[in-house]
């Protein structure tokens, strides 16, 4: 919510430029010779007067530092556990988000700052997300599990047309007021019902207890073992798994991001209508994840599938399937059925990196997963610090659907790649660094010799 609450206000906030010729636009109404609007369009003045680049600033600068606490998130949870670093991080972020308003009308620079500052400090959050998951989860339960993440799409499905609702009636400044203190409540909530480990919630049955503790015996380890820095990044799997989230991450921030401005630029559809377009893929991205981890964990559960296996039918999903819809998206023209359709689908088909690319790093190194995810966020961030720039680059305050059609093709492109890459090399299988071994400790290793063996 607190991410994206910006990619549908700033539709309210500014407008496009053109250098007054070819405003990309469909409609059936005109309101000078060189722009087209649509029946849902209303004209009327914005706050600020942003060219490309700079809108391209305050979209991207959250990303710009987002990476930089990606590695240091995971090693602060293992330190202080996911609950603080997950928590606080959030809690930042949604107080930065109450003064937003403040800071835009006082200077561009003011918002940019913010959002940078959001984007640095809650760059720990979902590193330390996955060293909850690697304590509380057995492995062949993992892809419904990490379904749970995507409880953002379902915040960012309510976000896009709820702030579309607030635009409409009371402008772009409530938007970030609303989402702040809707965030504010939701700390309160996670501070009070979350913790760490099962051994350390207070009403957890003996039952469960157990069944979650010896289903991760062999995998986990409850002492804080030395990191393996060296087996880590000599790892082909894992960097494999690293493009992967290069790829997603493209996928996800141009969706999010480019999509608002492309409808209003391509229908000229008033912010409450962009809103509920924008938001409804989200909603069916979450569905469709939880309908295919649920498949993929009972394909696990016969025995007759490998998770290297499992994880590819994932991940060509939310790769190459997903790079052929977003092309699609472009070249639909002006039928707002096709485009709609097609965007539709392509948010859909991510809902498969729950249980592919998200749980490649977990599946890797259980005891090392929010380290492994620190190198991930980092990898799957920067896409959303140069795509507004790319796109920029295309348009050059000059929006033709040539240069739409462009910056979408060679997105497809970055998406597709390292999804056919997996499929060719990449791995999910448990590694044997998971478990380092000091020369002391022939009990550690003979569990890591038993494990390696099993998997």
Known sequence: MIRINLNIAIVDMTTAKSRGRNILMCGNSTVSSNLTVGKDFIVKK????????????????????????????????????????????????????LLMPVLARWDIKGLIVARVLQGFVGGMAWPSVHHLTAHWVPPNKRSKFITAYFGSSIGVAFTFPFCGFILERWGWSYVFYTTGLIGM??????????????????????????HITSSLTDVVSTKKLPIPWKAV???????????????????????????????????????EKIGLWSGIPHFTRFVFSL????????????????RTCVRKISTTICTVVQALLIVAIVYSGCDPVLVNGFLLLAMTA??????????????????FASVLQGFSGITGVIPGMISPFVLSYFTNDNNTLEAWQHFFALSGVLIAIPGLLYNFIGSSELQS???????????????????????
């Open 46 to 97: 914005t706050d600020f007067e942003w060219n490309d680049s700079e809108r391209a600033s305050v979209l991207g600068s959250f990303y710009w530092l987002h990476w930089a606490l990606q590695l240091p998130g995971g090693l602060l949870a293992r330190q202080f556990g996911a609950k603080r670093v997950f928590g606080l991080s959030n809690l930042f972020m949604f107080i930065m988000s």
């Open 185 to 210: 409540v939701w700390f309160l909530a996670w501070w009070m019902f979350v913790y760490d480990t099962p051994a350390q919630h207070p009403y957890i049955s003996e039952v469960e207890l157990v």
């Open 233 to 271: 990044l000599t790892c082909v799997p894992f960097w494999i798994a690293l493009s992967i989230q290069w790829s997603t991450g493209w996928a996800l921030h141009t969706l999010m991001t480019q999509t608002p401005t492309y409808l209003v630029l391509m229908f000229g559809w008033n912010p």
């Open 291 to 306: 309908c295919l981890s649920f498949a993929i964990d009972s394909l696990m559960a016969t025995g007759q599938y490998s």
């Open 350 to 367: 991510s809902g498969a990196s729950t249980s592919g690319p998200l749980s490649i790093m977990v599946d890797l190194s259980p005891n």
């Open 433 to 455: 660094w998971n478990n380092p071994i000091p020369a002391a400790d022939p009990e550690l290793a003979s569990t890591n010799r038993n494990t390696t063996a099993k998997k």
